[in-house]
Nanobody, 128 residues
Framework: QVQLVESGGGLVQAGGSLRLSCVAS????????????MGWFRQAPDKEREFVAT???????DYTDSVRGRFTISRDNDKSMVQLQMNNLKPEDTAEYYC??????????????????WGQGTQVTVSS
């Protein structure tokens, strides 16, 4: 069971930037971090958890429309890490951000039930 630990959240003014990091440990026996598809999701108070970005095991990336062009997801397989660079932040980006992982070879990886492992979350607050 892979464990995920997020960091990098905080309070920032609108227009500012933050970089979230997620470090994975305990990958499945015989596997490496590079074989996991990774995603970032977020959940605002009284709202459902929603997809933000994914980087698959093959390096394919995808974003939800509201962050496309502002956020960039990347992975460093040597460090078992995935990052989310968030630029031009808006108040509506305020949420708890979660890292997710799945050991699977195909799929869009944009739904919560596409993933089997989740971190504890890191809070991002954007003030206007």
């Amino acid at each position: 069971q892979v464990q995920l630990v997020e960091s990098g959240g905080g309070l920032v003014q609108a227009g500012g930037s933050l970089r979230l990091s997620c470090v994975a440990s305990g990958v499945a026996s015989g596997r490496t971090f590079s074989t996991y598809s990774m995603g970032w999701f977020r959940q605002a108070p009284d709202k459902e958890r929603e997809f933000v970005a994914t980087v698959t095991w093959s390096g394919r990336t995808d974003y939800t429309d509201s962050v496309r062009g502002r956020f960039t997801i990347s992975r460093d397989n040597d460090k078992s890490m995935v990052q989310l660079q968030m630029n031009n932040l808006k108040p509506e980006d305020t949420a708890e951000y979660y890292c997710a992982a799945v050991l699977r070879s195909s799929g869009r990886f944009t739904q919560t039930n596409d993933y089997t492992n989740w971190g504890q979350g890191t809070q991002v607050t954007v003030s206007s």
